[in-house]
């Protein structure tokens, strides 16, 4: 699918924050804006906990036509995107997708992304909205060599996201093709809800059964209206960042900028799974395999609060009164009814049932190493 924009401008508002297609249409219905990575976007319209649960329960629509999108196409394209990324994307087939990490040369982690397989000489990738510019220029100079073209192409797209429960039976009662039966991690392009080309992809953010959709930013609001209208039926909620981020962290799925960056490299950061050593050469393979050599000094934690207190994003952990690491995110688990957070600990204390304090408001607070992820659906 290429998406050419349609005529739509991604406007600014007074601030410079981007706005996407459909603020006009979230505006109307409640949302209440904050900026987030250049752009205002909806944090929430009933209520965290109201659109948390809508998701865990029924089924919640977001916004996240902020995320960026880049083109890799061209006679070496496959070659390319192998070296950019630690996953092995050799073993994807057209209309096949992977979550992977892009590495600088001494390991950290430039964006963790999806790729999508269109063909061997073709590959659509979703990255994060704060890393967009520097992935590009990132892809640019590393794949210079390459014989392929590096292309934005974020905005050409707009790109809602449907999750939880009743996900599926609400979106096949909008589209054309089976859509109920994908395997995680696949694509096809169909017609949804009167718009004739939307790209369906069953991947998410939320530990749910759920949907990406991009289409065309012109064609948006129309998606946007047409979900709605069917979505009275299933129980549907409007859902903002406020949700997604306690959606995703109850998962332990790791926001960049907050849980991963280019300090931390992926071993250490839990998502050693997503490093195929066999695949061969890709960029940072040799920091990491020195680091694999040598051992992790620290590693990404899930933790629970066993004092009273909220652990949140820069909270400092420590063991004994020294400070050794640093939550990396934190909330009240609406699911679970507890403090929940995340942080890099050292390896002694990486284990669940280790305890540590994390400092709030200058008080050491007692928490423990727990297994995520945090939240578990009932069999």
Known sequence: MTGNGGGIIIRRAMNDLRRTPLYDLQRERGARFVPFGGWELPV??????FEHRAVRERVGLFDVSHMGEVLIE?????????????NDV??????????????????GIVDDLIVYNESTTRFFLCVNASRCEADVAHMTSTLARFDCRVTDVSDAYAQLALQGPHAKALLQSLCSVDV????????????????????????????????E??????????????????????GLAFCGLGARDTLRLEMKYPLYGNDIDEVHNPL?????????????????RTALEQQKTRGLVRQWVGFKMIGRGIPRHGYPIAIDGREVGTVTSGTHSPSLGEP????????????????????????????????????????
């Open 268 to 284: 250490e950061a839990g998502l050693g799974w997503v490093v195929k050593w066999k695949k061969g050469d890709f960029l940072g």
């Open 213 to 234: 959709l991009y289409c065309t930013p012109d064609e948006a609001p129309t998606l946007w209206l047409a979900i709605e209208r069917a979505g009275r039926d299933f």
């Open 74 to 86: 061209g006679p070496a394209a496959l070659a390319a995107v192998q070296y950019l990324v630690t």
């Open 180 to 211: 109920a039966s994908m395997d995680p991690f696949t694509w096809q392009d169909a017609a949804v809800g009167g718009v004739g080309r939307v790209r369906v992809a069953r991947t998410g953010y939320t530990g749910e059964h759920g949907y």
């Open 90 to 107: 050799a073993r994807l087939a057209s209309g096949q997708a992977l979550y992977t990490v892009m590495c600088l040369a001494h390991g």
């Open 340 to 379: 929940i957070g995340t942080g890099y600990a050292p390896v002694s204390h990486a284990v669940p049932g280790a305890r540590f304090e994390v400092i709030i408001r200058d008080k050491p607070v007692e928490a423990e190493v727990v297994a995520t992820p945090f939240y578990r659906k009932e069999d």
């Open 44 to 49: 929430q319209y009933e209520g965290l906990v």
